[in-house]
């Protein structure tokens, strides 16, 4: 990666106490654009913390974040999202009951109008839900399908479709293999490429460092809140990196 290379979003000295307990002590970040970045720590180190700092669930107690090189500050998630930063925990926030196109549009509805009124767009929304998840190639006919009908690799798909609709610039993976097996794991590393190739950030938080190994640009190390190791994945194997994670040193 050349020194030149844009930066997506960066943080400087964040920190976060929760009472006594320091999870983030002044990490330093620079996540480049159009990359996929991983963060890696043991339990404990400050990954889900840095990530609901970056996702606006919560404010950081000291330091800034920037994005595209502006300072920015997420007041809430839905504020994170319209500033072009999507989150997809790792239980997906899918209603499980409602259709594809209800999910990915959920919350930001499309309307039409019939003279006075404004109905819901509900062709428009299954035409454009079905594209998002062409463009991830995973065709997929039946919109009115429920979720809870689909695998666990699509469901990540129709989460990401919804990250698409907001158009997002950067978005965050949480775990997002943790519970698949080979096959579904297989399409969710291909779901980050597709993101990749759009010119679009991922960061991805994983403790799985094949997957970190084979799908990410660059590595964050987090031990006791502490970025102890950033470097790029290029050279690195899982064991070498899994070594790095254990020990903090590189
Ligand atoms: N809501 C919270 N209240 C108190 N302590 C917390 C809270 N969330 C996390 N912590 C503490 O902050 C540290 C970092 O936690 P976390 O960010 O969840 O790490 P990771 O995701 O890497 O396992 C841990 O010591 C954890 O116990
Ligand atoms: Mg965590």
Not at 52 to 80: M, V, W
Not at 124 to 140: D, F, H, K, N, W
Not at 146 to 172: F, T
Request: one cysteine or more; proline letters at 3%; hydrophobic letters at 45%.
């Amino acid at each position: 990666m050349t020194a030149a290379h844009a930066i997506a979003l960066s943080l400087r000295q964040v920190r976060k106490s929760y009472g006594a307990v320091e999870a983030l002590k002044g990490v330093d970040l620079d996540v480049p654009a159009g990359r996929v970045m991983a963060i890696c720590g043991d339990n404990g180190a400050g990954k889900s913390t840095l990530i609901r700092i970056i996702s606006g669930a919560q404010e950081p107690s000291g330091g800034e974040l920037s994005l595209g090189g502006k300072r920015a500050i997420f007041r809430s998630p839905h504020d994170a999202l319209v500033q072009g930063i999507a989150t997809i925990y790792q239980d997906l926030a899918l209603a499980p009951r409602l259709s594809i196109w209800e999910n990915v549009f959920m919350g930001a509805e499309l309307v039409r109008r019939i003279g006075p009124l404004r109905v819901l767009d509900k062709r428009r929304m299954a035409e454009q839900a079905r594209g998002y998840l062409q463009r991830l190639s995973v065709p997929i006919d039946d919109m009115d399908r429920p979720v809870e009908r689909m695998s666990g690799g699509q469901r990540q798909a129709v989460a990401i479709a919804r990250a698409l609709r907001w158009d997002a610039r950067v978005v965050i993976m949480d775990e997002p293999t943790a519970a698949l097996g080979v096959k579904e794991t297989a399409l969710v590393l291909n779901l980050v490429r597709k993101l990749r190739e759009e010119g679009r950030t991922v960061i991805l938080i994983s403790h799985n460092m094949a997957d970190v190994v084979a799908l990410a640009d660059r590595v964050a190390i987090l031990k006791s809140g502490v970025k102890v190791i950033e470097r790029d994945v290029a050279g690195l194997d899982a064991d070498a990196l899994a070594h790095m994670v254990m020990t903090g040193k590189a």
